[in-house]
């Protein structure tokens, strides 16, 4: 006899085996906590970071504040981290960071999967150890 149970629609997991780089990656991620929802930091790209996740009705805003661990060059686009359930927006979700000490900003830029991906738009390359700060708003995925 079979086992009939199925896992919740709510579990997550793409059906694969992963290299042993990749899992020790995973190990390495630093998960930021709030009763709101996580951020799974890429240490691949930023450091010390601070994520403050607010939601009313279906309306998330999402502060961040980090250091770059790599440059942001040209049109570059780099993914800081994975906004977690339930702050996800219900579509693609732009914000502005702030390059601290500067006048130059990026995009913050989210979507339905959760990535929260910076990106340059073709203004000055930004250096590595660049503290960034800035937010966005957006719709949630989950309470549409």
């Known amino acids: 006899m079979s086992n009939t149970n199925k896992a919740d629609a709510s579990h ?28 799974v930091l890429n240490p691949d790209v930023c450091s010390g970071a601070t994520i403050t996740a607010t939601y009313t009705a279906n309306m998330a805003h999402i ?17 800081i981290g994975w906004l977690q359930e339930p702050v996800r927006a219900s579509g693609q979700a732009y914000g502005i960071a702030v390059i601290q000490g500067t006048r130059d900003a990026i995009v913050i830029e989210t979507d339905q999967t959760g990535a929260v991906t910076v990106w340059g738009y073709g203004a000055p390359d930004v250096a590595a150890g660049a503290a960034l700060s800035g937010g966005l708003s957006f719709p949630l995925y989950n309470k549409l």
Do not use: P, Q, W
């Open 12 to 39: 997550i997991h793409d059906d694969r085996y992963y290299t042993e780089a990749e899992i020790n990656k995973k190990f390495s991620m630093t998960y930021l906590g709030t009763e709101h929802g996580i951020l």
């Open 63 to 79: 502060a961040i504040t980090a250091h770059l661990s790599v440059a942001l060059t040209g049109y570059a686009r780099h993914v």
